[in-house]
């Protein structure tokens, strides 16, 4: 189908802006057996998967892929976390999608986060706060790069 009609835009509306972005259902979230119904809302949303995998990230390749906050004193928690288990890993394009994807994703706490969003409905953690989004074009370039070499 074609793309514009498959997101459900007339065509003479055109894309803003079709742009791919990454995201990772985190272990709390695979062990809760939530990856299909976390991946089913970017699918409902319009969003064409282009890459899938279930991956164990590697200790290096968990301090390559959360570099920026390497200074955070939540490092070492974040890298052993995220290490802790299998995770989903999923590329996704369709408009606006690194800014779309972290309005579905919601707050980093998810305590805070708005009902209606991933977070907001699916956890209670920070560490264990069931998905990552890349945050820009730049970060998914590096993280995409990191989780699908
Ligand atoms: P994420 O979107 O994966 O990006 C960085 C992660 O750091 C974030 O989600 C949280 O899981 C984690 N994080 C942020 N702040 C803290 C904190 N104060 N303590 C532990 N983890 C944190």
Redesign the pocket.
């Known amino acids: 189908m074609d793309q514009q009609v498959r997101q459900g835009r007339h065509p003479a509306e055109g894309l803003t802006l079709p742009e791919e972005t990454l995201f990772i259902v985190?272990p709390d979230a695979v062990a809760r057996s939530l990856t299909g119904r976390i991946i089913a809302r970017f699918e409902a949303k319009g969003f064409e998967i282009t890459r899938l995998a279930m991956l164990r990230l590697t200790k290096s390749q968990a301090e390559s892929f959360?570099a920026v906050?390497r200074d955070?004193?939540?490092f070492d928690?974040?890298v052993s976390?995220?290490t802790s288990g299998p995770v989903v890993a999923c590329t996704i394009r369709g408009n606006n999608a690194v800014a779309t994807t972290r309005i579905m994703v919601g707050a980093?706490k998810s305590y805070e986060a708005a009902p209606g969003s991933i977070r907001g409905d699916l956890g209670l953690g920070?560490?264990d706060?069931v998905i990552?989004?890349s945050d820009s074009a730049a970060s998914f370039e590096h993280e995409s790069g990191v989780v699908f070499p």
């Open positions: 985190k959360y906050h955070k004193p939540f928690e974040l976390f995220i980093t920070l560490s706060n990552h989004a």
